[in-house]
C-alpha cells in the first residue's frame, strides 16, 4: 500500500511539473518581419511597422540599421517584453 502511495504521489508531482513547464510561452523562440518604423538607441529598441516594439539584445548593433529597412528578427516573449536575439536585413 505504501508503494502504490509514494508511486500516486510522484507520479503526480511529475505530471504537474510537467504542466507548468509546457504552459510557458517565454520559451517559444518567435520571428517577426517588418519595416523598422523606429529605433531608440539609448533604450535599445527597435519598433516595426506593426507596432510592435522589441528590446534587442546587447549583441545587436542598432546603428547599423535605420528607419524604412525591412528587416527579419527573432525574439521572445519575457513577460510583457518583446526579447529579440538577432536582427538582419530582409532579403
Do not use: C
Amino acid at each position: 500500500m505504501r508503494i502504490l502511495v509514494s508511486s500516486l504521489a510522484a507520479l503526480a508531482l511529475l505530471g504537474g511539473v510537467s504542466a507548468a513547464y509546457a504552459g510557458s510561452a517565454s520559451s517559444d523562440i518567435l520571428n517577426a518581419t517588418g519595416a523598422i518604423k523606429s529605433l531608440d538607441p539609448a533604450k535599445h529598441t527597435v519598433t516595426l511597422d506593426n507596432g510592435s516594439t522589441y528590446v534587442a539584445a546587447p549583441n545587436v548593433k542598432l546603428s547599423k540599421f535605420k528607419a524604412g529597412e525591412q528587416v527579419r528578427l527573432s525574439y521572445f516573449k519575457s513577460g510583457d517584453a518583446l526579447e529579440m536575439m538577432w536582427m538582419k536585413r530582409a532579403t
